[in-house]
Nanobody, 129 residues
Framework: QVQLVESGGGLVQAGGSLRLSCTAS????????MGWFRQAPGKERESVGA???????????YYTESVKGRFTISRDNAKNTVSLQMNSLKPEDTAVYYC???????????????????WGQGTQVTVSS
């Protein structure tokens, strides 16, 4: 069982930056693929970024097209943490952001919500224009 706790959300002006963190409890964090999702009011939950588990030569990383070049996902296995650095924020980035974890032996990055086993409670990100 893994518990995920997100932090770092808040209110920021357009063009600003925020850094979201997700800390996992439990063991073997390196064996989990991690993802960040977001859900805006009235919209479906969408994948923002994902990073593969550790143990292979490199991490596979995915970003949805709308955040490429602005968001960076990273993981620190020593701290059981995955982070999402968000720069050049836009009002359309406003949403509740969720961290998710999937225990896997695969080196892939996973982009569908139903592929993940564990979820955090979410953190609100609001970008004002």
């Amino acid at each position: 069982q893994v518990q995920l706790v997100e932090s770092g959300g808040g209110l920021v002006q357009a063009g600003g930056s925020l850094r979201l963190s997700c800390t996992a409890s439990g063991r073997a964090f390196s064996a989990y693929a991690m993802g960040w999702f977001r859900q805006a009011p009235g919209k479906e939950r969408e994948s923002v970024g994902a990073i593969s588990r550790s143990g292979y030569n490199t991490h596979n990383i995915y970003y949805t097209e709308s955040v490429k070049g602005r968001f960076t996902i990273s993981r620190d296995n020593a701290k059981n943490t995955v982070s999402l650095q968000m720069n050049s924020l836009k009002p359309e980035d406003t949403a509740v952001y969720y961290c998710a974890a999937k225990l896997t032996g695969s080196p892939g990055a996973f982009t569908r919500a139903n592929e993940y086993d564990y979820w955090g409670q979410g953190t609100q990100v609001t970008v004002s224009s």
